[in-house]
T-cell receptor, first 112, second 119 residues
Framework: SAVISQKPSRDICQRGTSLTIQCQVDSQVTMMFWYRQQPGQSLTLIATANQGSEATYESGFVIDKFPISRPNLTFSTLTVSNMSPEDSSIYLC?????????FGPGTRLTVL | GENVEQHPSTLSVQEGDSAVIKCTYSDSASNYFPWYKQELGKRPQLIID?????GEKKDQRIAVTLNKTAKHFSLHITETQPEDSAVYFCAARTTDPRFGGTSYGKLTFGQGTILTVHP
């Protein structure tokens, strides 16, 4: 199974600022995924990060708000831009084979 | 797109009893169905999965069944223990035309079931 790490594990930010979350996988993977999980809720896919091309965003999520980088096959970043309290959530990256998907430990973001 | 419905939202059982969580999906092209367990403050952990060419899969106390005709799949936990208490999520993966029709792991999750096992 893939081992996935994320940084930071948590942060408290002021509204209007931006936060970049890093995701590192211990092996090369084709796809990396970014999810949001609001308290007590299920997981919602934000976007799929492809190495060497632009990320593919799900309905309701846009690149200006959640820019993603994927510089190589083991690393990705998600930026939450111009944050508001509604962005307070847990952000998880995920990856694996074409079938099996594993999750990072998540980044707990609080926006004041 | 795919829609996954999960029931019940909460489930309370006594230790040693069985627990069953059910999910239905909408896209008949879905071909992979994982189940995740998420303990409080932790990441979702894959506990079992099944592919559309198989009707049932078992791993010790955990089993998953799939009915492709009815488009539903279920998680069965036997001899429940207090450490089984967690939130369980089902998911379904379908092919994604944005990636040339391949699946590439794009999962749609159910709403989750809070399982409580009382000692």
């Amino acid at each position: 199974s893939a081992v996935i790490s994320q940084k930071p594990s948590r942060d408290i930010c002021q509204r209007g600022t931006s936060l970049t979350i890093q995701c590192q996988v211990d092996s090369q993977v084709t796809m990396m995924f970014w999810y949001r999980q609001q308290p007590g809720q299920s997981l919602t896919l934000i976007a799929t990060a492809n190495q060497g091309s632009e990320a593919t965003y799900e309905s309701g999520f846009v690149i200006d708000k959640f820019p993603i980088s994927r510089p190589n096959l083991t690393f990705s970043t998600l930026t939450v831009s111009n944050m508001s309290p509604e962005d307070s959530s847990i952000y998880l990256c995920s990856s694996g084979s074409t079938d099996t998907q594993y999750f990072g430990p998540g980044t707990r973001l609080t926006v004041l | 797109g795919e829609n996954v419905e999960q029931h019940p939202s909460t489930l309370s059982v006594q230790e040693g009893d069985s627990a069953v969580i059910k999910c239905t999906y909408s896209d008949s092209a879905s071909n992979y169905f994982p189940w995740y367990k998420q303990e409080l403050g932790k990441r979702p952990q894959l506990i079992i999965d099944i592919r559309s060419n198989v009707g049932e899969k078992k791993d010790q106390r955990i089993a998953v069944t799939l009915n492709k005709t009815a488009k539903h799949f279920s998680l069965h936990i036997t001899e429940t223990q207090p450490e089984d208490s967690a939130v369980y999520f089902c998911a379904a993966r379908t092919t994604d035309p944005r990636f040339g029709g391949t699946s590439y792991g794009k999962l749609t999750f159910g709403q989750g079931t809070i399982l409580t096992v009382h000692p």
